[in-house]
């Protein structure tokens, strides 16, 4: 778009324009200066001469050009986008924002400025508010209203709803790339990966440049822990954008989960190159130094994450999730400010949890039990309200579970399944001590110690998923041959290949997998099977006091996480009692109070030899991804045995709740309450 041109100024834009157009910028900008000497401050001369400068990565000086512009004609909506340009061309997130905002206000029925600052707000992090724009670009077009009173559905928690406008979109236009990403958008707020991996992947087969469903795309497959085909996603965005440090982060980010650490740090520090102040980047450059020990420089990034966006919780929580990491005297102020500030910030709701929890951990390490309470407490209470669980499902799961998985099944399939001995499964609650037992067998020179793999229950559930009859997991194991089971324990060693180097054992540490043994007993029925437990009460605590990335919705409610722990007693208790012997369980205080008594019960479970550098297991130089990932880097500390105590008054509930589990321990290990 121009400006109405002064007739005699007319023909020296109209050559410039040319010169530009072939891409002789150096001649286009000598040009204007000249012509600016007969035409001063002209718009559109000062505006192309902007644009040659930064074709000449000269974005400071253009950035001076377009602001002379704006000045000039206030409302002038293209002189703002191009000024965004040169912000972000020198990494300026926020004024570049500000300035696409200006153009809009002065624009607001263009539909590329609204996107632009849409996506742009999404790639830093601003989901609801780049929603709301996107929302408002759509209202702006009568035929795509439909699409934005899809996303206000959605918004709100009416999944139901929204998903009805989207397939009645999509049966009248199939190819309707929009509705197909918003679709796969709400798929991915449901955690159904699976559907919104192929959603995304029809809306860039009919739009190979929508450069936002690619990101989306790669997105949910490495969500199913398929990086390889994620990378290649992602590639494809960077093609599109090679400069984009959203898509450089999105790189990053897979190439850690797939444990390519340096591959990622590589990613992450391009990113950084364009942007340093990129403080998703930061975030997740701090991940990867955490996870390979290199725990100095992790809390520099995270720092400099902090210092980038000071009022994003999760960086401070992230601090906290160090466990060994103490917070100093300011940053304790500087969070309690923050928590205040985003507290009245609906959009930030995240982040106010987030505080509360590092501040929680913050004040549990000054032995300040109560309030730390509190902030826990707080903090949990917001974070229920955000996800979804409903504790009578998995009750009817457990019951199913032991409705197929009976000793009588397991007797007539004996012999049957693949006769691979490699995994070694560790199964229990969080924060339960399994980073622990991990740690200790992966210091055995034939184990590897791999991560929290998600692939036993993901064939489980999905195997049979889409049988005309409807019969699903896990009575469709009924009417399995041998060879589906063998085929299903081959077919899980082949989805672990790429966490292995070759050693003749590895371990899978996905807690949840308790639920999976009887199907696991089935298609692997030489695997070894180690339960962790803890104190119930310190389990459970421990639980609560950790801010999960995804998964674990049981842990944010005291009624919850007790029938949760009671769920998975009871299921464990059937597992015993159907394959006994099969499952060692290893208790967390014990292992903390006589470390090569119960290093040696788990390595004779496992079949192996003894070497001794197993009791230096906190030597082990290997990358940890859970929560306890330095404190296994540490020996063996007593800090953390019975600290429930310190919060006894307030777990009363919990305590309530827990009495028919807690009333089965030792006198001693009960609480007051429950004693004599």
């Not at 980047?281 to 290199?294: D, Q, V, W």
């Given at each position: 778009m121009v400006l109405d041109l002064k007739p005699n100024s007319k023909p020296a834009f109209q050559n410039a324009l040319a010169m530009f157009q072939t891409s002789n910028f150096t001649g286009a900008e000598a040009y204007i200066v000249s012509a600016l000497k007969r035409y001063p401050n002209e718009p559109n001369l000062l505006r192309l001469l902007g644009a040659s400068l930064l074709k000449q990565n000269r974005a400071e000086e253009a950035e001076a050009k377009f602001t002379h512009v704006t000045r000039l004609v206030p409302n002038f909506a293209p002189a703002y986008e191009n000024l965004a340009e040169a912000y972000l061309a020198q990494g300026k997130i926020e004024p570049a924002i500000n300035a696409l905002k200006m153009a809009t206000r002065h624009d607001p029925q263009s539909t590329s400025l609204n996107m632009k600052l849409a996506e742009l707000l999404s790639i830093t992090g601003r989901a609801m508010e780049s929603d709301q724009v996107f929302q408002s670009t759509l209202e702006n077009h009568p035929d795509r209203a439909a699409l934005a009173e899809a996303m206000k559905k959605a918004q709100t928690g009416d999944f139901k709803g929204a998903e009805q406008i989207y397939r009645g979109l999509l049966k009248t236009n199939p190819e309707n790339v929009d509705a197909l990403r918003l679709m796969g958008v709400l798929c991915v707020r449901r955690d159904n990966y699976n559907d919104a991996e192929a959603l995304f992947r029809r809306a860039v087969e009919l739009a190979p440049d929508y450069w936002t469903a690619w990101i989306n795309y790669g997105t949910a497959l490495n969500e199913q822990q398929k990086f390889n085909e994620a990378d290649t996603a992602l590639k494809q965005a960077l093609k599109l954008k090679p400069s984009n440090v959203h898509t450089l982060e999105r790189l990053g980010t897979n190439s850690m989960n797939d444990g390519r650490l340096e591959d990622a740090i590589d990613w992450l520090e391009?990113?950084?190159?364009?942007?340093?102040?990129?403080?998703?980047?930061?975030?997740?450059?701090?991940?990867?130094?955490?996870?390979?020990?290199?725990?100095?420089?992790?809390?520099?990034?995270?720092?400099?994450?902090?210092?980038?966006?000071?009022?994003?919780g999760e960086v401070y929580w992230s601090l906290a999730n160090l466990k060994t990491f103490r917070f100093e005297e300011g940053e304790v102020e500087a969070m309690k400010q923050h928590l205040d500030e985003v507290t009245q910030k609906p959009a930030s709701k995240d982040s106010e949890i987030s505080f509360c929890f590092a501040l929680g951990k913050a004040c549990e390490d000054r032995k300040d039990y109560k309030q730390a309470y509190a902030y826990y407490e707080r903090g949990n209470s917001e974070k229920r309200l955000n996800v979804n669980y409903d504790p009578i499902e998995l009750e009817i799961q457990v019951d199913r579970l032991i409705d197929v998985f009976t000793q009588e099944y397991f007797a007539a399939r004996q012999g049957q399944g693949c006769a691979e001995a490699s995994p070694i499964f560790i199964v229990g609650l969080p924060r339960s001590g399994s980073t622990l037992l991990e740690q200790i067998l992966a210091s055995h020179s034939e184990v590897e110690g791999t991560a929290e793999l998600h692939y036993l229950l993901r064939l489980a559930t999905q195997t049979g998923l889409n049988r005309a009859d409807g019969i699903k997991y896990p009575h469709y194991m009924l009417e399995l041959a041998p060879h589906h089971l063998s085929g299903l324990g081959q077919e899980y060693l082949e989805l672990t290949l790429p966490h292995r180097t070759g050693k003749p054992y590895f371990t899978d540490k996905l807690p949840n997998n308790f639920t999976g043994i009887g199907f696991l007993q089935a298609i692997l029925p030489n695997a070894k099977i180690i339960d962790a437990r803890r104190h119930p009460l310190d389990s459970c605590l421990g639980t609560f006091k950790q801010l999960f990335a995804r998964g674990q919705?049981?842990?944010?409610?005291?009624?919850?996480?007790?029938?949760?722990?009671?769920?998975?007693?009871?299921?464990?208790?059937?597992?015993?009692?159907?394959?006994?012997?099969?499952?060692?369980?290893?208790?967390?205080?014990?292992?903390?109070?006589?470390?090569?008594?119960?290093?040696?019960?788990?390595?004779?479970?496992?079949?192996?030899?003894?070497?001794?550098?197993?009791?230096?297991?906190?030597?082990?130089?290997?990358?940890?991804?859970?929560?306890?990932?330095?404190?296994?880097r540490q020996p063996i500390y007593k800090g953390s045995v019975h600290l429930w105590r310190h919060y006894e008054e307030d777990l009363s509930e919990l305590i309530d709740f827990l009495e028919p589990v807690l009333m089965g321990l030792p006198e001693a290990d009960r609480p007051c309450s429950l004693q004599g």
């Open positions: 391009k990113a950084l190159e364009i942007d340093a102040k990129h403080f998703p980047s930061l975030l997740c450059l701090g991940h990867a130094l955490k996870t390979i020990g290199r725990q100095d420089e992790a809390i520099a990034a995270y720092r400099r994450c902090a210092g980038a966006k000071p009022d994003f919705p049981f842990s944010y409610d005291f009624y919850d996480l007790a029938h949760y722990y009671g769920q998975y007693d009871r299921l464990m208790k059937h597992w015993d009692k159907v394959l006994p012997g099969k499952i060692l369980r290893v208790n967390y205080e014990q292992v903390v109070g006589d470390l090569e008594t119960q290093a040696k019960r788990l390595i004779a479970h496992c079949g192996l030899a003894w070497e001794d550098q197993i009791l230096r297991f906190h030597e082990t130089k290997r990358a940890v991804k859970t929560a306890s990932s330095e404190q296994v």
